[in-house]
């Protein structure tokens, strides 16, 4: 009741888990609803009208949408207590920019692999590798994608390696060989009591996409 | 100290307009630097090699690119005339209608635009549905930012141009004024504010420029 917080979440969204990574991070006490996709309930229809999707923040009666919008909203209204952007509006800019490109590539590229075959599924597996290996290159020798302390890109990104091993799985590659400090990176993270706590067990995540991979029929 | 600002952009541009709209309402000086998309210069590449896209807004030397992420910056940068309001809550709401904006809005005119036949049909249909949350959304303001313009107002703005573009080049009515008065009116108020109105790329040359993309697309569309 302290904080007066709701999520409204689904356990394998990687989106989801940045909101629980965020809130850990501010040491925040709410109240967890795992939502049935396939039978959404009342408040998430009203709280997220537009998109119907999770995760929602509801704060103080008052719903915030899309994973990005609502970590940024978390930092503002808790700013005390480890922030994660940084202060200076430079480094602030290159911090959205980045969270931004794991927007546009990451999920799209990694749903390629585990749902097609073939050319299709090559295609993909080379881009995301390559994409990854751009992430990689912004991280150069520092900690965290910002410098010594984890933030913004590192929440954005480090929910989608608990995928991982469900891509390498179905794709049929090694994404630890490719990247190998990207993945120090997501076990450094892993080390943070927020992060571990949040993110899925990449086994049961695999085995949701095996059931997924069964419902829409692929082989 | 002098300050260096710089905008890569190209003519027609809606995303790099919201940051000529912003520099212009906080009064900033800037450079302009047009591009030929078709043959990018070394500096576009060197400013963003990630995306190879306009615009890039360049500060003192450092790039940021994005026009979402450069508006953000600018309004954080230059505290005139803010374009985010202060509170939290509200500016999560005003992040989150830019982002519908682009996600959804934009793409399903678009897609109005440039398909045919049923395709069309359903684009129109999801249109409609997505501007009723933005009517909604106006009521009560003159601008999506209250009584002034803001971040919002920006980042949806080039509607205010592009839509009658389309409808004239297509023959249909996307905004009927009867339907979403509140988002109509918006458009009217926006397109005519002061420096809205002085900034628009030339309606003569939007009008070749998009029939010539929707000729090509109708032309690859029926050879394959």
Redesign the interface.
Known sequence: MADDIILLDFWPSMFGMRVKIALAEKDLKYEYREEDLRNKSPLLLEMN??HKKIPVLI?HG?P???SQ??V??ID??WKDKSPLLPSD??E???A??WA??VDKKIFELGRKIWTTKGEDQEAAKKELIGCLK?LEGELGEKPFFSGENFGFVDVSLVTFSCWFYAYERFGNFSIEAECPKLIAWTKRCMQKESVSSSLADPFKICGFVVLLRKKFGIE | MGEEVKLFRTWSSPFALRIVWALKIKGIEYETVFEDLSNKSPLLLQYNP?HKKVPILV?NG?P???SL??L??ID??WKQGPLLPKD??E???A??WA??GDDKVLTSIWSVFIKQGKEQEEALVATMENLK?LEEEMKGKKFFGGERIGYVDLALGCLANLISIFEEIVGLKIVDEEKLPLFYSWMQNFAEAPIIRDNWPPRDKMIVKFQALLDAAIASSSSS
Request: a neutral charge.
């Open positions: 009208p537009v704060h008052k915030i949408c899309e919008i609502i940024e909203y503002e209204v509006p430079y602030r800019a290159q959205r920019f931004d490109y751009i | 990630v500060h450092r940021i690119a994005e992420v450069i953000e910056y954080e940068t939290p809550y500016r999560a709401m992040r989150f982002k519908f949350f």
